[in-house]
C-alpha cells in the first residue's frame, strides 16, 4: 500500500496564531545573508538558530507568517513579483497554490535532484516532492496526521471514553452536550481547518480501503458526487445536527478553538496532530494532549488515519543566494535538522533520525503506519488548487445552510476537471 510505504525512514499542517513578524538581523560578518519564509515560527526559529550555530558568520534574515491562507497569498505574490525568499516552507504534493507541484510547474522552484540526500528518498517521498517530470523540488522535514487530539483531563473529568467507532462518535456527542462541554471544538472561520474532518472520515470510508480510488478518479472513473464523499460530508453535517460542535463554528477561528481545548472547555478536536502545540499554550500547567484515529465505520477495525508529509521546504527559483540555500537545505535533511523540527513542531520527522524519540502523541502515528491502517491527505492527488479552494469554502456555506452536500461535491468535481 502506497501510504505505508511513504514511511519507511520513520524512526505534521498547521502551526497557525494570528500576526506576521520579521527578525530584525542587521546581517552577517562575512556577507553571507539567507533570507527565508515559514508559516509558524517556533519550528522554523529553532531550526535557523541551528544552522547559524553550525555556520558562523552565516545570518539568516526570516519572515514568519502565522495564518497559512496568508502565507499562502503572500508567497504567490511575492514570488510572481521577484520579491520572494531564497528559501520558503511549502505543502507536499499539488492541490494547493502553495504545493510542490503547483509551484514547479509554473517554474518557481530550484531543482534539487542532485543535493546529496534526494536519492536516499522512498519513492512515495519523492512523489510528493517532486515535480511532473520526478525531479526532486523539495525536502520532507516532517510527518503530520489528522485524528481525535484530546484534552486528557477533561476527557477524564467527564468520564467519557474515547469513541472508536462512528455510532459511538454520535453517543459520545450527545453525553457530553447533556454534560454542558464542547465534544469536539470546531474553528471553521480559518478555511483550512474545514477539511479536517471530512479527510479523517474518509480515510476510513474511501482511501483505506479504497486505494486506488484517486487514480481512477484520475482516470475519470470515479467522482466525488458519486462516491463515499457524499457519505463522509453527510456525516459532518449529522455530528453538526448531534452536538459534535461549538455553537457557531463560521465565527470561531483556529486560536479559539485551540483554547477551547487547551483550557478544557472542549474535550477535543479532529484536527492535525501538530495542532496540540497550539492547544497546551492555552492550558493550565499539568495538563496532558492525546491523540487517536478518528473512526467513521461501525468496526473499529476499519478506521484508517490520513498520514503523510507536513512540512517540506524549496528553493526560491530566482534565490540571490542559491548555494547557502542548498546547505540549509543540507541542513534540514540531516539528523539533527530532522530531529530538531519534528521535535519542535510535535510531529515525527520524514527522513531518517535516529536520536528521535516518540512520545505518546506520535505513538498512534506510527503504529497506524505499522499497521497498514495509514491513508495519504486526498488534496495531495488533485489536479489542481481549485479542488481544494472549493471544498474550504464550500464547507462554511454548507455549515450555513446556503447550499447542499450535492452542491459542494458537484462544485469540486467542477473544479477537478478545470486545468490551472
Known sequence: ???????????????????????????????????????????????????????????????????????????????????????????????????????????????????????????????????????????????????????????????????????????????AKAKNVVPFALGLKSAWVTQLVPYALTASLIYGPDPDFAKRQQDGQVTFAKSPWKEAENKYLQMKDSGCFNDSPNGVGYDEQMQMVGQGKALGAVHVLSAVESAATFAPKGTTFSMSLFPATDKADQTYMPVSVGIVYGINAKAKHPELAKKFMEFLASPEGQNLYATKSGSSPALSSPAFKPDALQKPVLQAIKDGKATLYPDQDWPNAKVQLEHTTSIQELFNGSIDVATLLGRMDKAYGEAK
Open 1 to 175: 500500500m502506497r501510504s505505508a510505504r511513504i514511511f519507511t525512514s520513520v524512526c505534521f499542517f498547521a502551526l497557525v496564531a494570528t500576526a506576521c513578524s520579521t527578525s530584525q538581523d542587521a546581517g552577517s560578518p562575512t556577507g553571507e545573508v539567507l533570507t527565508l519564509a515559514a508559516a509558524g515560527q517556533g519550528p522554523a526559529e529553532a531550526a535557523v538558530k541551528a544552522f547559524e550555530k553550525a555556520n558562523p558568520g552565516v545570518k539568516v534574515k526570516t519572515t514568519y507568517a502565522q495564518d497559512d491562507a496568508t502565507y499562502q497569498q503572500q508567497l504567490r505574490t511575492q514570488l510572481s513579483s521577484g520579491t520572494a525568499p531564497d528559501v520558503f516552507r511549502m505543502w507536499p504534493g499539488g492541490g494547493s497554490t502553495m504545493a510542490v507541484k503547483d509551484l514547479a510547474k509554473d517554474g518557481m522552484l530550484m531543482d534539487l535532484s542532485g543535493e546529496s540526500w534526494a536519492p536516499g528518498m522512498s519513492a512515495d517521498l519523492k512523489a510528493v516532492t517532486s515535480d511532473s517530470a520526478g525531479k526532486v523540488m523539495a525536502v520532507p522535514v516532517t510527518i503530520g496526521a489528522i485524528g481525535a487530539i484530546w484534552n486528557d483531563q477533561a476527557l477524564a473529568k467527564s468520564g467519557l471514553s474515547k469513541p472508536t467507532t462512528w455510532p459511538e462518535v454520535l453517543t459520545f456527542c450527545k453525553a
